[in-house]
Structure formats: structure tokens, C-alpha cells
């Protein structure tokens, strides 16, 4: 058989003096070191002559493939298989539309509305339908808001039903819950992981408090840094926290005026010594939510990019774990789904988790319908199944993109709103793989000079 270099591969520059390459495989996720030797054949398209140990391995990763494969092809069929055939039931539920936070790059709408135990039984009843429609092993809930911890009464309440509907199925039960962190007080922590069943919990943290405290306040103007930073040291300090048992992610949303704040952060955490404690730290760039404009802010995401170097640079450094080699993305978001919904307080079933609480998108194909009303009114059509083969028929960049297999596309929602939603690894993949050659090569003491070496012949 006839073999080709993918066209999804990353190749770095030489790393050493013997000129070994990390080659990246985006249609695995995988990286390899090669010598010199092996790739003078891939780039030269002599691969008869691989040793068949070598070329053995190379076919592995998919970093050489049959002469004849429609690689785009093959991928958006993985990607459709395993939207279709997933084993995990996920489903959204916004148990509140109240957040004491006025951010002012959020897109929703907020007032005192609770999810009704009226809905209960519909919701339950919805979920029940996709769980006898094919087997799933799992149920899988995320708490949402708003503000979700604004209701955890409801939270507390449909837990116990949701749970009893995941055992008629065998299936597991899990949940997460994105949060503010300003209720998250050590009681609400461990009646979350203990009782509740959640097992991840992300709070966002937008740089120290001189830049958090300038976008991230009450409604009132009140700075809530010190509140959720203090909430999470007592939890993650406490003798009863397991990080295997919950993890605990942050996230910091960076436009232009807090991006100088993300590097103390960093340091922040690092001197309360929370590297084996955090999951795992992630800057995002701000982006347009609910039409808002919010990405004029932004940094471009070139020069995004080149700023998340440099902070997981910063974390490696502090001793942080962090996660530089994409791996392989087949299903992008709920949106692209035939299973999961979004539950909004009011009843409303959506498809996608940023279109509710935001006026602009209450007519539109995101609202499936509402659960105040029979079944039969709610639309079978979905507004991003059709993700894959849009991308197929090239409608958008991504078609020609190496990078396809480890995001997938990104965002349909943004792409369709004429935003790119290339993610950073497009544009610092390369970067990435040398650090991460770095960091496995490396005693940490010799971190810092090594990779400025390294990173300046980019």
C-alpha cells in the first residue's frame, strides 16, 4: 500500500543539535519526536524507505496515511458517528435567572426568576424520552445560570429525581456547575460534591482584584474579588478536599483592560501554593455574547495567542499542570447535538448554552420550545446539526484548516454570526509543541532559559 504525509501535521522547527522535530498529528491529538532521518523522508515524500517499525508507528498517529484517503472526508465522518453514537446524555438546567454580578461583557438578561417545580415533571419527562430512545451509560447534568447557586433549592430538589430517572437506565450520574463563586462557601462545596453528585466546579476569576474588581461586581458596584478568592482558598485548604473526588477549574476572561492582570494571578495562586489543587487554570478571550459587541474589547487572537504562551509558560514555571497539546475534538458543542437541550427557567428548551436570558435570540431556530406546552408544539429541527456538513461543503474556513480535527470547528454560533472562532492553538500550535518538548526534556531550573532560546528562533 501507497502512504502520504497527512495534511493535518504540525512540524516544528529543529529543537536540538541532532535536528529531532516534534510532528503533531491533529487527527489524533498525538506528537511524536523524529529524528532528522525519518523526517527528511515524510517531507520529501520518500516513505517506502521508512523502517517498518517507524512507518508502523507513523500510521498509528496518523501522521502518514493511505495514498487514496479523503482525510476531510474521514474526519467529518468520525465526527458524525460520534455525535450521533454518544454514550452520555449531557443536559443543561439554568435553575436561575438571578446573578448578583452586573458583568459588563454579559450578554443576559437577569431578574428573580427561579425554575418552577411546575416544570419539574415536563422536564423529567423530556429527559426520560431521549434517555428510552438509545442506550446511554450516562446522565450528566450541568447547573447553569444566571447564577446557579442563586438556586440551589431547586438544584437540591431535582437532584434526587434526576438521579432515580438515571437508574431506571443504569446509567451513572453526574453533574457540574459553573458558578461566580460568591455563594460558594465551604457548606455549599461539600453538600455539592457529597450530596449533589457534582464533580466539576468552575469559577471565573478575571485577574487580581485591581482588574476583577473593575468588571466583575454586584449590581450594586460592590468588588467581589476578596469573597470569591477567600471562598476558594477555604475550600481548597480544607482537610477534607480531594481533588480527585471534585476538580476545580478557573477561568479568566481577558479583553484588553484586564489582560495585565492575569500574570499576578497566576503568582497569586502559586503562592498559596495551589498548584495540586486547581485542575487546571484557562484564559479565554472575551467574545460577542448575545450580539453585545463585547469582543471590540478583545485582543486580536494573534495577539491573544502569543499571550497564552506566555502564561503557560508562567504556570509551568509555578509548577501549575497545563495541557499544551490539543487532543482530538469529534463533537463540538450541545449546538451540533441531536440530544442535548438547555433548560432555562422559564421553560424554554434551546440548543445552545449562550442563547438564553438574552432577548435577541427569543424567536429564533435556538428555541425548541417551551415546557409549559404539550410535546407535540416543540420543533425537531436544530439549528447546528448540520455543523459537519457545512463545514464539508466548505462554507466556512475551517474545511481547509489543519486544525480542524482538534476543535472541530470551534463555535457554528460565532461562524454564522461572521466571527471567528478560531481557537489560540491555531495560531501558537508550534509554540505549544516546542514547549512541551521543552518541559519533557528539562529540569525546571532550566526552564526559563532554554525555551527563550527555543522560542525566539520561531
Not at 504525509?5 to 512540524?11: A, G
Request: proline letters at 4%; hydrophobic letters at 35%.
Amino acid at each position: 500500500m501507497w502512504y502520504k504525509l497527512s495534511y493535518y501535521t504540525i512540524i516544528t522547527d529543529p529543537l536540538n543539535s541532532l535536528g529531532d522535530r516534534v510532528i503533531y498529528s491533529t487527527r489524533t491529538g498525538q506528537a511524536l519526536i523524529i529524528q532528522k532521518d525519518i523526517w527528511t523522508l515524510l517531507v520529501t515524500d520518500r516513505l517506502e524507505l521508512l523502517d517498518p517499525a517507524d512507518r508502523n508507528r507513523l500510521l498509528e498517529v496518523k501522521v502518514i496515511v493511505p495514498q487514496e484517503e479523503n482525510e476531510l472526508l474521514a474526519i467529518i465522518e468520525e465526527n458524525k458517528r460520534n455525535t450521533d453514537d454518544s454514550s452520555v446524555l449531557y443536559e443543561v438546567i439554568q435553575v436561575s435567572a438571578n446573578c448578583q454580578l452586573g458583568c459588563d461583557y454579559c450578554g443576559q438578561h437577569h431578574d428573580k426568576q427561579q425554575i418552577s417545580s411546575s416544570i419539574y415533571d415536563p422536564l423529567l419527562g423530556r429527559i426520560r424520552l431521549k434517555a428510552s430512545s438509545k442506550k446511554f451509560t450516562r446522565l450528566y447534568i450541568g447547573w447553569f445560570g444566571g447564577e446557579p447557586l442563586v438556586g440551589l433549592r431547586q438544584i437540591r430538589e431535582l437532584t434526587p429525581l434526576l438521579r432515580q430517572l438515571a437508574a431506571e437506565f443504569g446509567m451513572s450520574f453526574g453533574t457540574k456547575i459553573v458558578t461566580n463563586g460568591m455563594s460558594l462557601k465551604e457548606d455549599v462545596f461539600f453538600e455539592l460534591t457529597r450530596e449533589l453528585g457534582v464533580d466539576h466546579i468552575e469559577v471565573t476569576l478575571d485577574g487580581i482584584a485591581e482588574f476583577h474588581d473593575t468588571r466583575r461586581i454586584t449590581k450594586q458596584g460592590v468588588a467581589t474579588f476578596d469573597i470569591i478568592f477567600n471562598n476558594l482558598l477555604s475550600i481548597l485548604n480544607h482537610p477534607e478536599f480531594d481533588p480527585n473526588k471534585c476538580r476545580v477549574s478557573l477561568r479568566c476572561n481577558v479583553d484588553e483592560r484586564n489582560e495585565p492582570g492575569v500574570s499576578p494571578l497566576i503568582s497569586a495562586l502559586s503562592e498559596h501554593k495551589l498548584q495540586d489543587k486547581i485542575a487546571y487554570f484557562y484564559p479565554i478571550g472575551v467574545y460577542s455574547w448575545a450580539k453585545n459587541d463585547a469582543q471590540k474589547k478583545s485582543m486580536t487572537k494573534e495577539e491573544f495567542a502569543r499571550r497564552e504562551i506566555e502564561w503557560y509558560m508562567e504556570l509551568i514555571q509555578n509548577g501549575f499542570s497545563v495541557n499544551l497539546i490539543p487532543g482530538r475534538v469529534k463533537s463540538v458543542c450541545m449546538a451540533t447535538s441531536h440530544n442535548s437541550d438547555l433548560y432555562d427557567p422559564y421553560g424554554n428548551i434551546f440548543s445552545c448554552t449562550e442563547v438564553s436570558l438574552t432577548p435577541v435570540y427569543e424567536k429564533t431556530g435556538y428555541l425548541a420550545g417551551n415546557l409549559k406546552f404539550p410535546a407535540d408544539t416543540y420543533s425537531l429541527t436544530r439549528m447546528h446539526t448540520n455543523w459537519n456538513d457545512e463545514i464539508l461543503a466548505g462554507k466556512f474556513p475551517c474545511h481547509s484548516c489543519r486544525m480542524l480535527p482538534v476543535c472541530g470547528g470551534a463555535c457554528p454560533k460565532s461562524w454564522h454570526e461572521d466571527m471567528r472562532a478560531c481557537p489560540p492553538s491555531k495560531f501558537n500550535i508550534r509554540e505549544k509543541l516546542q514547549l512541551a518538548y521543552i518541559v519533557s526534556k528539562s529540569d525546571l531550573k532550566e526552564l526559563i532559559n532554554e525555551e527563550e532560546a527555543v522560542l525566539s528562533s520561531c
